[in-house]
């Protein structure tokens, strides 16, 4: 059973970061499919960044470019995302996902993955 847990989030304050991780169990994270996604009160999930683990590329939301990386490590079966000059607007429940079809397709930022995680707060106050 595939099962995904994030950690890392909570309260900073604006211009702060925080690491986020998504630890995966039931399977091993080598050629898969890898996202963070972010969700704003009574809005849709949005993706904020995916990484295909075989070959390490990954891509992002414009919002995020530039402040935000994604990374993995294989050896810990863990997915992070290191968040940098974080900005209120940034505020929403982060939630890792994993495996979707073509993983770097130009829809990879809607919520169309096949597992997720129970979602970590951050809030960034000004």
């Known amino acids: 059973q595939v099962q995904l847990v994030e950690s890392g989030g909570g309260s900073v304050q604006a211009g702060g970061s925080l690491r986020l991780s998504c630890e995966v169990s039931?399977?091993?994270?080598?050629?898969?499919?890898m996202a963070w996604f972010r969700q704003f009160p009574g809005k849709e999930r949005e993706g904020v960044a995916v990484i295909e683990t075989r070959a390490g590329t990954s891509n992002y939301a414009d919002s995020v470019k530039g402040r935000f990386t994604i990374s993995q490590n294989n050896d810990k079966n863990t997915v992070y995302l290191q968040m940098n000059s974080l900005k209120p607007e940034d505020t929403a429940m982060y939630y890792c996902?994993?495996?979707?079809?073509?993983?770097?397709?130009?829809?990879?930022?809607?919520?169309?993955?096949?597992?997720w995680g129970q979602g970590t707060q951050v809030t960034v106050s000004s």
């Open positions: 996902a994993a495996d979707r079809v073509m993983c770097l397709g130009g829809d990879w930022y809607l919520p169309e993955y096949n597992y």
């Open positions: 039931g399977y091993t994270l080598s050629r898969r499919c």
